[in-house]
């Protein structure tokens, strides 16, 4: 689950038409930004760029993979498909892809902005919540 240096310099290469592309490292892997928005990640050398119903048909048509978070974390596939071969070696194909995707990436931020705040919490924070909240049986055993 590495990223080789060469394979990311090549990547951004190739990406230089789209302009303010930055990198940073995550997890074993490399996600990719246009400013602030994660559109992409590069994982064990594969490219993966943010999907959903306004741009996935050209992966899907191809039968490209989405991509799988480690078995160590099973949270299923994710919204990012794997950037086909050919797309990655022409450079203005490869830009226009990305562009899709970083309209995806600004759409889905605009969404989670027009949602409440308690629907944006993650569930994990409302079970923390729920369990502190809970009275402590034993104090109260100890009290009679």
Request: aromatic share 8%; charged share 25%; proline share 7%.
């Amino acid at each position: 689950m590495s990223v080789q240096p060469q394979y990311l310099e090549y990547i951004l290469e190739q990406l230089g038409g789209l302009g303010g592309v930055t990198s940073r490292r995550m997890f074993g892997g490399v996600g990719l930004y246009s400013g602030e928005l994660f559109f992409g990640l590069i994982d064990d050398d594969t490219l993966f760029f943010k999907t959903d119903a306004s741009n996935s048909a050209g992966y899907t048509a191809r039968n490209m993979p989405r991509f799988m978070p480690p078995t160590d974390r099973p949270m299923g596939p994710m919204g990012y498909h794997q950037v086909p071969a050919d797309i990655i070696e022409d450079a203005e194909a490869l830009v226009s892809w990305a562009r899709q995707s970083v309209a995806v990436a600004l759409a889905s931020r605009a969404a989670k902005a027009r949602l409440p705040a308690v629907a944006r919490r993650k569930p994990r924070v409302a079970a923390k919540k729920a369990r502190a909240k809970k009275p402590n049986l034993k104090k109260s055993a100890r009290r009679r």
